[in-house]
């Protein structure tokens, strides 16, 4: 009892703390708030280890320790970067598409002053904040219109409400799909005021299916893009084509849910799955709703696209309001576009569709630079904790978009001797900055294809981190030292 009071005795006092030399830089670090919580869970932590009897060690130099590791975790940000080496190039769980620097740089001019949001320049009135984007959808896609809106199950729930509330809409059961966060279309449709009428089967839908199914109280014909899963076998669906011939002959729009929005034909890449929206437009489609932040590799996004007199309408719905987009996302969304009106300059600076189309070769150089600068910071220590390899391996688009494609790519694999694979992988989570990968068959795998160029130094440095090589062990080697494939 008496040496648990001498060390009660012993914890320094808050003001004691904040009074210290430690405490003086902390304030001017950080904000003060912060300081007092960190101090005061310390000291308590402590207080409740000499009363339980594990805790011996309370040197001040372990306090202050300690209260700086919480510091930096309170005052650390909780939205921050990640390196994706998962091989999944649109991640939603990792923010989806990534923004090219000329697209960055466009909406850092914007959010730091003021802009002509609503405001037109000629006139000197009260403008449309569409405006700024409707031009160049409009050159790119051949639509008459267009709007956008903060995502694609935003845009449906929109476009339902105002051309079917309270009237029926004829899908395919076949194309009732879920997304991702378990919204379903059903759901979507529902909250919209819509009616579902359902036709056809889940694997077969016939033209006559719609025909038959058509009434006085019908108001739109839907088509849903199987845009994350794939159904093979004994299939059949109409084309948008043979759809809007059936919706002209009974004066019914036809809207499509794309859902993927790619912009460029992916056919010649060996993707001969995804309709670009180009291609939807031009069936003679009246409504096309689509994701920026999917194929089309933009800001997160639904853009509704088509004839302009239901654009109108659209425009006026009051939930308009309630989905509408920021001017940060109008100004990404402007300069993505404007990369794509030249397609070929697309496909190299928007980071989506680079990552996408890139070559093998390429990654494989990648590949090598990773491991050579494992090898050379840790002076080759790392073969004596892990076993580290390049391998063969295949990327997935993600994002809800081309579910079946595969994409040959080259990935470090990385086997630890002293942890388990799951181990390492959540000391790879848990670097300054975060690295998220996948095991397969007990092997780490950092695929190449999502790790960007600028990343390859932090990447390295957290691997070696969280394989626990010692830090004395990371030395620079010079450069022509370089250590070759396996």
Request: aromatic share 6%.
């Amino acid at each position: 009892m008496r040496d648990i009071k001498k060390l009660l005795s012993s914890l320094p006092s808050v003001d004691e703390v904040l009074k210290s030399t430690h405490g003086i830089q902390w304030q001017k670090k950080f904000p003060r708030r912060y300081v007092l919580q960190s101090i005061r869970e310390v000291i308590e932590d402590h207080r409740k280890a000499i009363l339980t009897g594990t805790n011996r060690d309370i040197s001040f130099d372990i306090l202050s320790d300690e209260i700086q590791k919480k510091l930096e975790k309170l005052s650390d940000y909780s939205l921050k970067n990640v390196i994706n080496a998962t091989g999944i190039v649109v991640h939603t769980n990792l923010g989806r598409s990534i923004l090219s620097e000329t697209v960055m740089q466009h909406v850092k001019d914007i959010a730091a002053g003021y802009s002509n949001l609503e405001y037109d320049i000629e006139k000197g009135i009260r403008g449309k904040r569409y405006s700024h984007i409707q031009r160049l959808t409009n050159e790119i896609t051949g639509a008459e219109n267009c709007l956008i809106v903060n995502n694609n199950a935003a845009a449906v729930l929109v476009c339902l409400n105002t051309l079917a509330k309270d009237r029926e809409v004829i899908v395919s059961r076949g194309e009732l799909v879920e997304i991702g966060g378990s919204f379903r279309i059903p759901d979507i449709m529902k909250s919209s005021g819509a009616i579902l009428k359902e036709v056809g089967t889940t694997n077969k839908t016939h033209l006559h299916d719609y025909e038959n199914a058509i009434t006085q109280n019908t108001a739109l014909l839907l088509k849903v893009h199987q845009s994350n899963f794939r159904m093979t076998g004994f299939t059949q669906f109409p084309s948008p084509e043979k759809l809007v011939s059936i919706g002209r002959r009974f004066s019914l729009p036809v809207m499509f849910d794309l859902g993927s929005g790619s912009l460029i034909d992916l056919k010649p890449y060996g993707v001969h799955i995804e309709p670009t929206v180009q291609d939807v437009i031009k069936a003679g489609v009246d409504i096309v709703t689509f994701s920026g932040d999917k194929l089309l590799g933009g800001p997160q996004g639904g853009i509704i696209a088509g004839k302009s007199e239901l654009i109108e309408q659209i425009s006026k719905n009051p939930l308009m309001r309630a989905v509408r987009v920021d001017k940060m996302t109008l100004a990404a969304y402007e300069a993505t576009l404007k990369i794509y009106a030249d397609i070929e300059k697309a496909k190299i600076e928007i980071p989506t569709l680079r990552m996408l189309l890139e070559e093998k070769e390429t990654i494989r150089k990648r590949a090598k630079k990773v491991l050579s600068k494992l090898k050379r910071k840790s002076k080759n220590f790392i073969n004596e904790v892990a076993d580290v390899s390049i391998v063969n391996d295949f990327s997935k688009s993600g994002g809800g978009a081309l579910p079946e494609v595969e994409f040959a790519t080259y990935a470090i694999a990385i086997k630890p001797y002293k942890i388990t694979p799951d181990a390492f992988v959540k000391k790879l989570r848990f670097n300054s900055y975060p690295i998220i990968a996948r095991i397969q068959e007990d092997r780490v795998i950092l695929d190449m294809r999502t790790v960007q160029d600028n990343e390859i130094e932090q990447l390295s440095e957290g691997v070696l981190i969280s394989l626990m090589v010692q830090p004395n062990k990371l030395v620079h080697m010079p450069a022509n030292n370089d250590v070759k494939e396996p």
